[in-house]
C-alpha cells in the first residue's frame, strides 16, 4: 500500500479542570511509514505519552481529543465510536506499555492471555491458538515458548514480560504500533536486546513503529526520523542522525549536551536553566522562551513549525545554524 501507515495532521487533547484546560497536545503533526520508526523524544509533561494515548483512542474525561486528524492506512479515527475503536486497537494499531502489567493479567497463564487476544479479533480453534501463542512467545526470543504457556505473569523476569507484551502487540501484524518507554524499566543490557528485536521486527513485518521516550541514547540506535516534543507542540522534527548531530532548536541543544555520556569526566554537566512551565499557565509566544539564552522580543510570538533546511523542520525564531 502507498502513504504512511499513519498521519496526524492538527492533533489537540485537552485536559479540563476546575483550575482550567490542561493543553496536553496542541497541534501535533506526524507521520510514519511502513516498517519505519519515528522517536517521540521529549521531557516529562512533554505531551508524549498522551499523543500516544491519543493515537490509541485511550483518552478519557476529563480529557479529550478536541481537534485534529488521524488517518490510520488512510482511514480517519476521529469520531470512530467505542466499538470501532475496540476492533481496531490490538489489530490494526496496537501500543506497548511502560509497565507490561498494564497488558498482562496476573491471574491467568501466559498461553491464556495471549489466545484470548488472538480470539478478540479473530476465530481460531484452541490448538491454532496454543500454537500461534508458542509461535509469538518464540519470535520475540523467550526460550522453550512452548513450555512457558502455562506461566504465569510472575514466573518472567521484567525483560521477558516486557517480551510478551511485545509478542501480543505483534500478533496482528498491526499497521502501527506505540512504544511507550517500554525499555525505561529494564537492565542497559537486556534493553538493548529489545531495542534491536522491535527494530528488526517492524522492519520485517512492515509495522510502522512509534517510539517514545525521553532517552536520546535509545532513539540514537533505533529511529530513522526523530520528533521533539516541549509543552505539547512539536518544536523539531527531522533525520535522526541530522537531529542528534545537528540540532536547530536551543532545546534539543540542550538535551544533547545534558546526556552524561558526552561530557568530559569530572566536568558539572550543561543544565536547561529554570522548569518546564506550567500547561495550565504557559506563557505567550514560545514556551521555552523564558528558559532559552536566545530568546527576544520576536518570542513573544508562537513561532510557526517551519522548514529549515529540508527535511527538516524546527519551531524557533531564532534556530541554531547547522554544524
Not at 479540563?16 to 510514519?32: N, T, Y
Not at 512457558?148 to 510472575?154: G, I, M, T
Not at 510570538?301 to 529549515?308: F, N, T, V
Amino acid at each position: 500500500m502507498s502513504g504512511p501507515a499513519l498521519e496526524v495532521r492538527g492533533l489537540a487533547t485537552h485536559f479540563f479542570s476546575r483550575e482550567g484546560v490542561v493543553k496536553a497536545v496542541d497541534g501535533v503533526d506526524l507521520s510514519v511509514a511502513r516498517g519505519k520508526v519515528l522517536g517521540l523524544v521529549g521531557e516529562s509533561g512533554s505531551g508524549k505519552s498522551v499523543t500516544g494515548f491519543s493515537l490509541m483512542g485511550l483518552v478519557d474525561p476529563p480529557g479529550r481529543i478536541v481537534a485534529g486528524s488521524i488517518k490510520l492506512a488512510g482511514r480517519e479515527l476521529i469520531g470512530l465510536s467505542g466499538e470501532e475503536m475496540r476492533r481496531l486497537r490490538g489489530h490494526k494499531i496496537a501500543m506497548v506499555f511502560q509497565d507490561p502489567m498494564m497488558t498482562l493479567n496476573p491471574v491467568l497463564r501466559i498461553g491464556t492471555q495471549i489466545a484470548l487476544a488472538i480470539r478478540a479479533h479473530e476465530q481460531v480453534s484452541d490448538a491454532d491458538a496454543r500454537a500461534r501463542a508458542a509461535a509469538a512467545l518464540g519470535q520475540v526470543s523467550i526460550p522453550s515458548p512452548a513450555e512457558r504457556l502455562d506461566a504465569y505473569p510472575h514466573q518472567f523476569s521484567g525483560g521477558m514480560r516486557q517480551r510478551v507484551a511485545i509478542a501480543i502487540a505483534l500478533l496482528h501484524r498491526p499497521d502501527v504500533i506505540v512504544a511507550d518507554e517500554p525499555t525505561t524499566a529494564l537492565d542497559v543490557s537486556i534493553q538493548g536486546q529489545i531495542l534491536y528485536e522491535m527494530q528488526s521486527l517492524a522492519a520485517a513485518m512492515g509495522v510502522a513503529l512509534i517510539w517514545i521516550t525521553h532517552d536520546l541514547a535509545v532513539v540514537s540506535s533505533l529511529a530513522d526520523e526523530i520528533c521533539v516534543m516541549y509543552a505539547g507542540r512539536i518544536i523539531e522534527r527531522g533525520p535522526a542522525d541530522e537531529v542528534l548531530t545537528s540540532p536547530r532548536h536551543p532545546y534539543t541543544r540542550g538535551l544533547l549536551d545534558s546526556v552524561p555520556g558526552d561530557a568530559a569526566p569530572g566536568s558539572a554537566l550543561p543544565q536547561i536553566q529554570g522548569s518546564t512551565p506550567s500547561l495550565l499557565r504557559l506563557p505567550p509566544g514560545c514556551a521555552f522562551r523564558q528558559r532559552c539564552d536566545r530568546a527576544d522580543q520576536a518570542c513573544g510570538a508562537m513561532p510557526e513549525l517551519a522548514e529549515s533546511g529540508k527535511p527538516r523542520q524546527v519551531r524557533c525564531h531564532h534556530p541554531l545554524a547547522t554544524a
